[in-house]
């Protein structure tokens, strides 16, 4: 499958800061999707994204669609510790099937 | 909506005997499911695409008779792990797509289980 690299591999920031990490891959995609994963718990989505240049937002985090349709950026406004866990990046493979980003563990100091 | 639960949440067995592990859509039908598997600190590994009625598709290099895929119901998919060995334990995750033949729409979201802890000594 497509390959994604997803940048920075971990973020260790203050509460309260602004976060944002990104995502390419290597072929164009017609969908990206943001997932975030707590220890021990399965991914959860976060946001969906179909469209080039869309810009979506869900309350403190905001995901863009790249216009090459090779990227995709995840903004998080304002963090706060449960903000904290892994997030990836994922796009569609064969079939239905996902391809997911190496991850960006996030971590906030109170 | 587009909840998927798994069962167990944990399970630990000996070396050489053989796991089922549980995924259910409870508020949607699922023609397909996805197999994921996550080793520590790493991302997801799509293991095989359960397929409601017909067999598995399993990813390259996945013993097809290691993890044993039976998608019986559309609410229902299990991976039996047989003739588990250590290197087996890890942390195995199921997901479904309620838009995959369905009336949602057509969409590439996929709903994630809370994930299966499997431990073999």
């Known amino acids: 499958g497509q390959q994604l690299n997803q940048s920075p591999q971990s973020m260790f920031i203050q509460e309260g800061e602004d976060v944002s990490m990104n995502c390419t891959s290597s072929s164009i995609f017609n969908t990206w999707l943001w997932y975030k994963q707590d220890p021990g718990e399965g991914p959860v989505l976060l946001i969906a994204?179909?469209?080039?240049?869309e810009l979506t937002s869900n309350g403190r985090l905001t995901a863009q669609f790249g216009i090459t349709r090779k990227d995709s950026f995840l903004n998080i406004s304002a963090s706060i510790p449960s903000d904290v866990g892994i997030y990836f990046c994922a796009g569609p493979n064969s079939g239905y099937a996902l391809n997911f980003g190496k991850g960006t563990s996030l971590l906030v100091t109170p | 909506g587009a909840v998927v639960s798994q069962h167990p949440s944990w399970v630990i067995c000996k070396s050489g005997t053989s796991v089922k592990i549980e995924c259910r859509s409870l508020?949607?039908?699922?023609?397909?499911m996805f197999w994921y598997r996550q080793f520590p600190k790493q991302s997801l590994m799509l293991m095989a695409t359960s397929n409601e009625g017909s067999k598995a598709t399993y990813e390259q290099g996945v013993e097809k008779d290691k993890f044993l895929i039976n998608h019986a119901s559309l609410t229902l998919s299990t991976l039996t792990v047989t003739s588990a060995h250590p290197e087996d334990s890890s942390f195995y995750i199921c997901?479904?797509?309620?838009?995959?033949?369905?009336?949602?729409?057509?969409?590439?979201?996929?709903?994630f289980g809370p994930g299966t802890r499997l431990t073999v000594t």
């Open positions: 994204l179909y469209k080039a240049g």
């Open positions: 508020d949607f039908q699922a023609t397909t």
């Open positions: 997901s479904a797509n309620p838009h995959v033949g369905g009336v949602w729409g057509t969409s590439y979201e996929q709903y």
